[in-house]
């Protein structure tokens, strides 16, 4: 397509042909796509509303599209994260031919704070699971959903659409397939494996009822009806506020991401290799996997306050 073609093509079909080549090029996963469509409606709406296109839009406009961003009272998160999504949408239509240049490439986007992770302590955990147990409706799938997330810090993605296959015959390692693609091998603890067995049971029971009345066996290990075919992020996420509210522990303080801060922050405090956390939570960047190291930190100075000889109370004065 020409760059005059382009220049007059809807801005929606921009947003589609860049959507396609991101899952078709990058295997972008389908979260981070929707993610990209949403930024860039709101900036194709914003340039409309000026009678501007993305084929005409200057660095003065993607500027102006931020401050009024930051007008709106958006988060320097999210204007990040809008400023990527813009910028590498200008960078697919450079590539294509459809732009001389990238507007957004000089750009800097807001600071994002680095937040410490929010996390729970083991005895929290420890309630968790065992409200999990008494759930109300299904125990066994709450447990074994529970159990998995501990035990392997998993994205919550990859914890809802875990093939069966991937628990058969009592594997002592899980392969997850995350992000873009990349696969990796995560140890399981003997109690998730118990919670596996016994929701397996439970499960293959159901989908052979399903199949003797001609409906198709899932292939999932947390089937549910819907598009996906899967348990949905939303439906484990309301599960997992509701054993918080069970387990006497504030329910806006847990989320299965809490969890997996929990699992990292864990294992940190045990003794771990960051290195060792980073290929088990699936990191690309071990700067991502850094954030963990308050943990350490925490550790090392107990650590020094209890055993070195100058942090010791009283210990200079009594010298002096």
């Known amino acids: 397509m020409s760059r005059s073609q382009a220049a007059t093509m809807p801005m929606p079909h921009w947003i589609s042909a860049f959507l396609e080549a991101q899952a078709a090029e990058l295997d972008a996963a389908r979260n981070t796509l929707l993610a990209y469509g949403r930024d860039l409606n709101a900036f194709a709406g914003w340039l409309a509303y000026r009678n501007r296109h993305f084929a005409d839009a200057t660095q003065n406009d993607v500027e102006s599209y931020l401050v009024s961003c930051e007008a709106e009272g958006l988060s320097s998160a999210t ?15 450079f590539e294509e031919g459809w732009r001389e240049d990238n507007p957004a490439i000089r750009l800097k986007g807001p600071g994002r704070a680095r937040r410490l992770p929010g996390t729970l302590s083991r005895e929290e955990v420890e309630a968790l699971l065992a409200a999990a147990r ?13 159990e998995l997330l501990y035990a392997t810090g998993l994205r919550v993605s990859e914890l809802v659409s875990l093939p069966v296959a991937a628990l058969r015959g009592d594997p002592e390692m899980l392969l997850v397939r995350g992000k873009g693609g ?49 348990l949905t992020r939303q439906s484990f996420f309301v ?82």
């Open 79 to 93: 204007r990040a994260r809008r400023l990527s999504s813009i910028r590498q949408l200008y960078r697919f239509a």
């Open 134 to 146: 008494e759930h109300p409706r299904d125990p066994l799938r709450a447990t074994c959903l529970m």
């Open 182 to 230: 990349r696969e990796r091998m995560v140890p399981l603890s003997r109690p998730a494996r118990v919670a596996a067995a016994a929701w397996l049971a439970r499960r293959d029971a159901m989908q052979a009822a399903q199949t003797a009345a001609g409906k198709p066996e899932s292939r999932f290990l947390f089937p549910a009806r819907g598009r996906d075919g899967h």
């Open 239 to 320: 599960m997992v506020k509701e054993l918080a509210a069970r387990a006497g522990i504030a329910p806006d303080q847990v989320t299965p991401h809490v969890l997996r801060h929990a699992f990292a922050s864990h294992l940190l405090a045990g003794g771990a290799d960051l290195r060792a956390i980073q290929a088990l939570l699936g990191h690309a960047d071990l700067s991502t996997t850094e954030i963990y190291t308050h943990v350490q930190g925490e550790r090392l100075s107990a650590l020094v306050h209890a055993h070195h000889p100058l942090a010791r109370a009283g210990t200079r004065d009594d010298k002096a």
